[in-house]
C-alpha cells in the first residue's frame, strides 16, 4: 500500500487532512451550536443542517466546471482562502438568539460550501493525474485508499477539539456542559418556563446561581456558544496548516501542473474508445440512474450521525460510560489500536525480518498503551458530550480499511468477488441492520428523554461503516466504469447530485424527532433501507449487464472522488 507512491500523495494527503479536521470539528457540533445559539428546535435546526449538507456536496459540480475553464492549483488555493473567511465568520461571537446573527451565520455557511466546492474534487483530480504515470498507475487504488484514511484521520480528531474548546470556555466561567441546559436555558428566555427545572439541573451538576435565573441562563448560552466560536477558530487555523502544507511541498505535485488545453487533449486521447450504439448508452445511462435512485437513500440514512444520532446522543443516551466502552471516547486510544491494526497487517504481510520486528514491538507498545490508557482511565467516564459519538465512524473506517481491502482481495484471486451493484446492495442491507440494532435499543424508550448505554450508538457507528465500505467507493467506482464516454461529466455530475439530495432528505427524519416514538423513527429507516435494498437487487441483471460490456475504469477516473465521508 505505502510502496511506489510518489511524494505528492503525501503532500496532497496531508493537505487535506488539515481541510476534513477543520471541517468535521465545525460539523459534529454544528448542530447543538444551533439549538443552543438560536434556540432553533430539532425541525429548523434539522433543515439548515440539512441544506448546508446538500450545498456542500452540490457546490463541487460547479468547482470542477470553475477548475476546467481555469486550474484545479488555483482552485484548490482559493477554495482554502473562502472556506478561511467563512470559518473566521463563525469564530466572531455575535448576539445569542438574534436575526442579524442568524444572517450573519448563514453568509459564513455560504462561504464554506463554495470554497469547499473549489477545494474538494479539484484537490482529489490532482492527486489522480500523480498516476498518469506508468510507473505509478499501477498503484492508483493503493493511493486512493491512503487518502482516504488520511480524511479520516482528520475527522476523527475532530470530535476532540470541539469538546475541548467548549469546556475550556465553560470551565472559564464555572460551568460545566449538561445536554439538557441549552434547552431549558432558551425556553425560561422564551417564558416557557419557570425555571424551576432549570434550577434544578443547574444546581445538581455542581453549578451555583447566583442572582437572577435569566441572567444564569443568558450567561451559559453566550459562553457555551463561544466555546463552539472557539472550535471554529480551530477549523481555521487547520485551514492555515493546510495551505502551508500544500505550498511548502508543491514541488512534489509541480509535474501535474500542465497546460489546460493541453491537459484535456491528453485526457480526451487517454478516453477515446469504442463508439457505443444509441441502446448501449441508453442501457448504461438507465443503469446508472437507478443506482443514483438508491444512493440517495444510502446518503439520507448514513448521515443522520450529524442530526438524529446526535439527538439520540443527546437526549436518549447515558452521558456516562464504563469498562471497555470508556476508553472509547479516549481518541488516543482509537489511535492506539489503529496503529497497532496496521502493524498486525504489516506482521503478516512482511517479506523482511526487521520489518516483521519493527511490527511486533508496535503491537507491544500499543498493548501497552491500551492498559495505560484503561488503567489510568477512572471506572466510570461521565460528562460525555454527543459530539464525541462522531469519532467512531472515522475510526472505524480508518482501522477496517485494511480488513477490507484484504477480504475483497482474496475473494478477487478466487474470482468471488461480488459485483459493484451487489456491494452496493449489501450496504443497504447493513444500513438496515445498523438501525436496527437503534430499534432494539429505544424499545421502551417514552418521548425523547432516556439513558440508554453508549454501546448502542457505538455498534450502530460500526455498522454504518461496514455500509459505508460498501456503498461508497464501490458507488463511484460503478459510475466510473458503466458512464459512457461522452457522458462521463454529466454522469458524475449526476452521482454528486444525488448525494446532495440525500444529504438534504437528513432532514425528514429530524422532523418526525419528538413527533412520533423514537423506535418507530428508526423503524422508518429500516425500511428505507430494506425497500432500497430490495429495488436494487431486483434489477441487478440489468445492472450487471450494463457493467459487463463497461471497459475497466480509466487513469483519469473519478473513483478518486470518494465521499468523505468525505
Not at 460545566?176 to 432549570?198: H, I, K, M, R, W
Not at 443506482?291 to 446522543?313: K, R, S
Not at 488516543?332 to 516483521?356: E, M, P
Request: hydrophobic share 50%.
Amino acid at each position: 500500500m505505502f510502496k511506489n507512491q510518489p511524494a505528492g500523495l503525501y503532500v496532497l494527503s496531508l493537505a487535506n487532512t488539515g481541510e476534513r479536521f477543520g471541517y468535521y470539528t465545525m460539523l459534529a457540533i454544528f448542530l447543538l451550536f444551533l439549538q443552543a445559539k438560536f434556540g432553533l428546535d430539532s425541525t429548523v435546526s434539522g433543515q439548515i443542517y440539512a441544506g448546508f449538507l446538500a450545498l456542500v456536496y452540490f457546490m463541487p459540480l460547479i468547482g470542477g466546471w470553475v477548475a476546467d475553464k481555469w486550474s484545479f492549483s488555483k482552485c484548490v488555493v482559493t477554495g482554502l482562502a473562502v472556506m478561511f473567511i467563512g470559518y473566521l465568520t463563525m469564530s466572531i461571537p455575535t448576539d445569542i438568539r438574534s436575526t442579524s446573527s442568524l444572517v450573519i451565520l448563514c453568509a459564513a455557511l455560504i462561504f464554506i460550501a463554495v470554497g469547499t466546492g473549489l477545494f474538494k474534487g479539484n484537490l482529489q483530480v490532482m492527486v489522480g493525474d500523480l498516476y498518469n504515470e506508468a510507473r505509478y498507475s499501477g498503484q492508483r487504488d493503493a493511493a486512493f485508499s491512503l487518502f482516504y484514511m488520511a480524511i479520516n484521520i482528520g475527522s476523527m480528531f475532530a470530535p476532540m477539539a470541539a469538546t475541548a474548546m467548549c469546556n475550556m470556555a465553560l470551565q472559564a466561567k464555572g460551568l460545566v456542559y449538561e445536554s439538557s441546559l441549552p434547552a431549558l436555558c432558551n425556553q425560561f428566555l422564551d417564558g416557557a418556563t419557570d425555571g424551576s427545572e432549570l434550577m434544578s439541573v443547574a444546581t445538581n451538576n455542581g453549578m451555583t446561581v447566583t442572582g437572577d435565573l435569566a441572567e444564569f441562563a443568558s450567561t451559559y448560552i453566550t459562553t457555551l456558544s463561544t466555546g463552539y466560536s472557539y472550535a471554529f477558530a480551530v477549523a481555521c487555523g487547520s485551514l492555515v496548516i493546510s495551505f502551508l502544507i500544500y505550498f511548502l511541498g508543491r514541488k512534489a505535485y509541480a509535474h501535474i501542473l500542465t497546460d489546460k488545453k493541453t491537459a484535456a487533449a491528453s485526457a480526451s486521447a487517454q478516453n477515446a474508445g469504442p463508439e457505443l450504439t444509441p441502446a448501449q448508452t441508453k442501457q448504461r445511462v438507465v443503469a446508472l440512474l437507478l443506482v443514483f435512485a438508491v444512493v440517495i437513500f444510502f446518503w439520507m440514512v448514513f448521515h443522520q450521525n450529524g442530526a438524529t444520532l446526535t439527538e439520540f446522543a443527546k437526549s436518549c443516551t447515558s452521558p456516562e460510560a464504563s469498562g471497555w466502552t470508556r476508553i472509547g471516547f479516549n481518541v488516543w486510544a482509537l489511535t492506539s489500536i489503529a496503529v497497532g491494526v496496521y502493524a498486525l497487517f504489516n506482521l503478516f504481510q512482511s517479506k523482511s525480518n526487521l520489518s516483521r520486528i519493527i511490527s511486533v514491538v508496535i503491537l507491544a507498545a500499543v498493548a501497552g498503551a491500551l492498559w495505560y490508557f484503561y488503567s489510568s482511565t477512572d471506572e466510570v467516564v461521565t460528562g460525555i458530550q454527543p459530539q464525541q459519538y462522531q469519532q467512531f465512524n472515522p475510526f472505524y473506517v480508518v482501522a477496517l480499511t485494511p480488513f477490507s481491502l484484504a477480504l475483497f482481495g482474496w475473494l478477487a484471486k478466487r474470482k468471488k468477488e461480488p459485483s459493484a451493484p451487489r456491494k452496493i446492495g449489501y450496504g443497504m442491507v447493513m444500513a438496515a441492520v445498523a438501525y436496527g440494532v437503534m430499534v432494539i435499543g429505544s424499545l421502551g424508550i417514552v418521548g425523547t428523554q432516556a439513558s440508554v448505554s453508549p454501546n448502542w450508538l457505538i455498534s450502530t457507528y460500526l455498522l454504518l461503516t461496514f455500509a459505508e465500505l460498501l456503498l461508497s467507493p464501490m458507488g463511484i467506482s460503478f459510475v466510473s466504469k458503466v458512464a459512457p464516454p461522452k457522458l462521463k461529466g454529466s454522469m458524475m455530475g449526476g452521482w454528486f447530485a444525488a448525494t446532495a439530495v440525500g444529504n438534504y432528505l437528513v432532514s425528514i427524519p429530524m422532523l418526525l424527532w419528538g413527533k412520533i416514538d423514537t423506535a418507530v423513527l428508526w423503524g422508518i429507516l429500516v425500511l428505507i433501507c430494506i425497500v432500497s435494498a430490495a429495488f436494487i437487487f431486483s434489477i441487478m441483471k440489468k445492472l450487471e449487464a450494463a457493467t459487463s460490456d463497461a471497459p475497466a475504469a480509466n487513469a483519469d477516473s473519478l473513483e478518486t472522488v470518494e465521499d468523505d465521508a468525505i
